[in-house]
C-alpha cells in the first residue's frame, strides 16, 4: 500500500481485531514508495475473511 493508505488501513485492522506484526518496505527509492504489512487474526475464517473486505473496501476509497 502507499504511505497515505498506512494509517486509515492500520486502523481499521485494529477496528477488526486483526494484529499487526511488521511494516517494511521491499524496495528502495521507488516512486510512489509502497509499504507491506505482516497481520495476524484469530477466528473463523469466514468471519476473517469479511474482516479483511472491509478494510480492503475503506482501502479502495482512498485510491
Partial sequence: M???ELQPVLKA???EGI???AIHQHMSHEEPRYLFLHYWGKGKAAA???SLKKVLNIQA???
Fill in 61 to 63: 476509497s482512498i485510491r
Fill in 2 to 4: 502507499t504511505e497515505n
Fill in 19 to 21: 494484529n499487526i506484526v
Fill in 13 to 15: 485492522m485494529r477496528t
Fill in 48 to 50: 476473517l475473511s469479511e
